[in-house]
């Protein structure tokens, strides 16, 4: 589970912002809480903000992290993502720091760098009293330093390869995280508990990404397949079904440009790839290509209808609504939020969604007592602001200050009473986070009018 994100000078973080899930004392929705180690840690957050607030930056900082992290160095200018605003942050190194529970620990890890230096990066494991230091890692003066935990330099062989490590091995735009747990993580558990955690725990969505390859997972997933079609059938979609179309290559036609398919067989004959898929231009709907058993097969997702006699039509995904396509795409997170112990951030989880429907499966994750996973959100779906489904310390808001830069807090820095509507306390600016605009007239639209 995630505990808490810390950014400092990158994209519209100016000062060092925290976002956290820890509880406060409310007493509603007790099982929102769960317990790690010696902390209480809330599963569920939703993030407001006006467009061009920060909340969608706080998605974009943590997957910047993750991106570092699995490619195991820093690869860009990083003046481009400074905090622009302000001239004194152009000399100002980008800090990230991010708290995690990974493998019956809780883990800091954080890291500072300017340009495509290192300057600093540490791990520590995080406990109530005291914080037990993995490793630590510092370039000052261009000469660079690791540190790990106590006794480990008592070994002369250990000594002897920190100090290898610092002047050859490691080179200043690498992270140690990474190089530790590609070469020595048998060496180094608990770096390879807190790589893993980015790898395959924590998962980002953006408002425009797909999970990529839907229709296998829901061919070879037997639960995931139960989980789709239970959950199409209580949503009024007019989904009857969710099926996998499957064919061979030879038997597979359609508009996929064939000359592409032919590429992607040599691929898989010379053993370069086991699974490829192509995304139709215009309906968005996808073909995924797999290597099974020495043959290439074509997976489609179909839908199934009910006609006026009540009989089954098959459609293609092409022919769905955006939203319903949107939904399709959400099946493997829905799925993980509540039957995997997975972290999901979601950007904009509304989009195209109707009210009526998010508010629905929002509901349905937060009133779901088994539930495993961990979901964070930004939205501006109003609706979703209850406090029957959320506390008021998993309710963010995102805002701009004079100087431009985001701020972040939670709703339970004000005074809610538990039977509030803060819904209608939102819209009407009671807690910010939502657009101040100027009275259309003063636009002066009207010049722009065409007479007649």
């Known amino acids: 589970m995630l505990l808490r994100f810390i950014a400092k000078n990158i994209f519209s973080f100016k000062e060092e912002t925290e976002f956290n899930l820890f509880p406060n004392k409310t007493q509603r929705l007790q099982h929102h809480k769960v317990k790690q180690n010696e902390f209480d840690v809330l599963r569920l957050s939703a993030i407001y903000g006006a467009n061009g607030s920060g ?32 001239d004194e942050n152009k000399d100002i190194p980008i800090s990230l720091g991010i708290e995690f529970y990974a493998k019956s620990k809780i883990y800091y890890y954080a890291i500072t760098f300017d340009m495509d230096i290192v300057l ?60 530790l747990n590609s070469k020595y993580k048998e060496e180094f558990i608990d770096v390879s508990n807190a790589y893993n955690w980015f790898d395959s725990t924590l998962v980002i969505i953006k408002p425009d990404a797909k999970p990529g390859g839907i229709a296998q997972i829901l061919d070879t997933n037997r639960g995931i397949n139960d989980f789709a079609n239970i959950f199409f059938s209580n ?45 139709h231009s215009e309906t968005g709907e996808e073909a995924t290509l797999v290597y099974e058993n020495g043959e290439v097969f074509v997976k489609r997702l179909v839908t199934s209808h009910s006609n006026d006699k009540g009989v089954d039509i098959e459609f293609s995904i092409g022919m769905e609504s ?72 998993e309710i963010w808001f995102a805002q701009k200050d004079v100087g431009g830069a985001s701020k972040l807090y939670s709703l339970s820095d004000f005074n809610i009473h538990n039977t509030a509507n803060i819904e209608n306390g939102y819209l009407n600016g009671r807690y910010g986070g939502i657009p101040f605009l100027s009275n259309l007239h003063d636009l002066n639209w009207h010049k722009y009018e065409v007479s007649q």
Not at 339 to 368: G, M, Q, W
């Open 55 to 86: 909340k969608s930056n706080l998605i974009k900082a943590i997957s910047l992290l993750e991106s570092m992290i699995e490619e195991g160095k820093i690869n860009n200018d990083s003046s481009e993502i400074k905090f622009k605003l302000s």
């Open 120 to 179: 600093s990066e540490s791990l520590v494991e995080s406990r109530k009293d005291i914080d037990i230091l993995i490793f630590e890692r510092s370039n000052e003066s261009n000469t660079q330093t690791i540190l790990f935990h106590d006794g480990y330099n008592v070994n002369e062989k250990n000594k002897f390869f920190v100090d290898v490590l610092a002047e050859k091995l490691l080179q200043k735009n690498e992270l140690l995280l990474s190089f």
């Open 235 to 279: 949503l009024n979609t007019g989904i009857s079904k969710i099926n996998v179309d499957k064919k061979k290559y030879e038997e597979f036609s359609g508009s996929a440009d064939i000359r592409i398919l032919d590429c992607i067989l040599d691929d898989f004959k010379k053993g370069q790839n086991r699974l490829s898929v192509l995304t």
């Open 322 to 393: 955006d939203g319903t396509k949107r939904l399709i795409d959400y099946i493997p997170a829905l799925n993980g939020i509540i039957n995997e112990d997975k972290v999901y951030l979601i950007d904009e989880i509304e989009r195209s969604i109707h009210p009526i429907t998010i508010k629905a499966i929002i509901t349905k994750i937060s009133f779901d007592q088994t539930a495993k996973g961990q979901l964070i959100f930004t939205t501006h779906e109003s609706c979703l602001l209850d406090q029957e489904i959320f506390r008021p310390d």
